[in-house]
């Protein structure tokens, strides 16, 4: 009977109320990151996730790191491909000759195959195709890559790919 009690009384404290507790307490102080950094359009319709990269295949907007996991988020990982791997390089080389690879950052997949960001030397490699695609001026939109960089944790500035191209569709719509 002290064991029945027992675990009744633990799972209500820890399988409900705790949870409960954390939930609310992380919808009060932190709403946007609790509810998965969601991006909204301004046709109020979610677009998806500042967290997530997603494919962009067209001229006209800046393209996410090739994935290894096909953006997929279930499932998803790097390729744990090592930098002596000659897949790693036939990739590379794939990329390459596909045109994909505007610059040396854009040879290689994703590390955890949904990466939202890229280092700013790789966004600014594909201003000139994107400013032709939605003819504009390369300047002012090497200036707009610019403001959205963020500095990197122990690396290069990066800029979140899909927020980038939110902005363009916003500043094409206005």
Do not use: C
């Amino acid at each position: 009977m002290i064991a029945i009690r027992t675990l009744l009384t633990l799972t209500l404290l820890l399988g409900v109320a705790y949870p409960l507790t954390v939930t609310l307490l992380a919808q009060l102080a932190f709403p946007w990151q609790a509810n998965g950094s969601q991006l909204i359009n301004r046709d109020n319709q979610l677009v998806g996730s500042a967290l997530l990269a997603q494919p962009f295949t067209k001229a006209a907007y800046f393209h996410s790191r090739p994935s290894a996991s096909a953006h997929a988020t279930l499932g998803g990982g790097g390729s744990n491909l090592g930098m002596s791997s000659p897949q790693r390089s036939e990739f590379a080389q794939q990329q390459a000759a596909a045109g994909q690879g505007h610059s040396p950052t854009m040879l290689t997949r994703s590390g955890s195959g949904v990466d939202p960001q890229l280092p700013l030397d790789a966004v600014l490699a594909q201003v000139a195709r994107v400013a032709q695609a939605r003819q504009l001026d390369p300047e002012q939109l090497t200036e707009l890559v610019k403001s959205r960089a963020q500095a990197g944790i122990l690396g290069p500035q990066i800029v979140n790919i899909l927020e980038l191209n939110l902005v363009l569709d916003k500043e094409k719509d206005a």
